[in-house]
Nanobody, 119 residues
Framework: QVQLVESGGGLVQAGGSLRLACAAS????????IGWFRQAPGREREFVAR????????FYADSVKGRFTISRDNAKSTAYLQMNALKPEDTAVYYC????????????WGQGTQVTVSS
């Protein structure tokens, strides 16, 4: 079992920055692929970013490319999502997810953290 807890959400003005953290506990975090997703009210959950276990390969949604950075510290069993140049359309609940399989699906999910960007 893996437990994931997100933190770092909040209210920020457009153009500002936030860093989300995803703290993992349980079995080996360093073997997991990490994903960040978000869900805005009335919309489906969407992919934001993904990171391989080594931390060397990243993938981003086009909507956040160049503004968001996913990273991890395996020694701390924590993943991060640095969000810069935030826009009102980035407002959503952000979730982290983990799985040790490379296929892009995730077995373990956090409870989410709210990010609100005011215009």
């Amino acid at each position: 079992q893996v437990q994931l807890v997100e933190s770092g959400g909040g209210l920020v003005q457009a153009g500002g920055s936030l860093r989300l953290a995803c703290a993992a506990s349980g079995r080996g975090f360093s073997y997991d692929y990490i994903g960040w997703f978000r869900q805005a009210p009335g919309r489906e959950r969407e992919f934001v970013a993904r990171l391989t276990p080594s931390g060397l390969i990243t993938f981003y949604a086009d909507s956040v490319k160049g503004r968001f950075t996913i990273s991890r510290d395996n020694a701390k069993s924590t993943a991060y999502l640095q969000m810069n140049a935030l826009k009102p359309e980035d407002t959503a609940v952000y979730y982290c997810a983990a799985d040790n399989r490379p296929g892009g699906s995730y077995k373990y999910w956090g409870q989410g953290t709210q990010v609100t960007v005011s215009s």
